[in-house]
């Protein structure tokens, strides 16, 4: 698969222009972003995929991209071969930019460890969305309401939610971004350490 390199500025900007079911794969080299475009229905495709495991994740979610960078460094490092086993994609679905990682699904353990490890937890299953204005495909509920359903949906396909009694269901959500990015940079520093990798 070709990639287009771009610079720093250029994929910001790039993310804040996606329209709605439009998303990039995306791999670094050099620490420039590579990126590849793909669309819902592509995304589709990767749900008939055996032998993955995938996490969803709404990008806004305090400790979302900090879980996404942890798991890469901790278990897929960059510029190793190890990182050939970890695709990441960034995806704007109902208007909310969404983030997902792909595992070999013998690897999966390792996602749920990461998990524990950042305070957060994997759902079995994938987002949804109620209301009015919806776009893509959609369901019925059991109360007769309608959904739009994830279009990356299998049952090797989890979301990635704040655990239980995390201060983010207090209001503390800085607070969470805050122990967030210290796990991360711990696991980061560990990953560095010789004999690791």
């Known amino acids: 698969m070709e990639h287009n390199v771009i610079s720093p500025e250029e994929f910001e900007m790039l993310v804040n222009m996606l329209p709605d079911g439009v998303g990039l794969l995306i791999d670094t080299e050099d620490d420039s972003p590579k990126v590849n475009k793909f669309t819902s229905d592509e995304l589709e495709e990767l749900s008939k995929r055996d032998g993955h495991f995938n996490i969803v994740g709404l990008s806004c979610r305090p400790g979302c991209s900090e879980y ?10 960059p510029s190793t071969p190890l990182n050939y086993d970890f695709e990441y994609r960034l995806f704007k679905w109902q208007e909310m930019l969404y983030e997902i990682g792909s595992v070999p699904l013998e690897k999966k353990h390792l996602c749920f460890e990461m998990a524990e490890k950042m305070g957060m937890r994997l759902a079995n299953g994938v987002p949804h969305v109620l209301g009015g204005g919806l776009t893509g495909k959609l369901t019925t509920l059991m109360d007769g309401v309608e959904a739009a359903v994830f279009p990356l949906s299998n049952p090797n396909t989890f979301t990635l939610e704040s655990e239980r009694g995390s201060p983010i269901y207090e209001g503390r959500s800085e607070e969470v971004k805050v122990e967030s990015q210290r796990r991360r940079d711990e696991i980061k520093k560990q990953s560095k350490e010789p004999g690791r990798n």
Do not use: G, I, P, V
């Open 68 to 77: 996404f960078q942890a798991l890469e460094q901790a278990w897929f490092t």
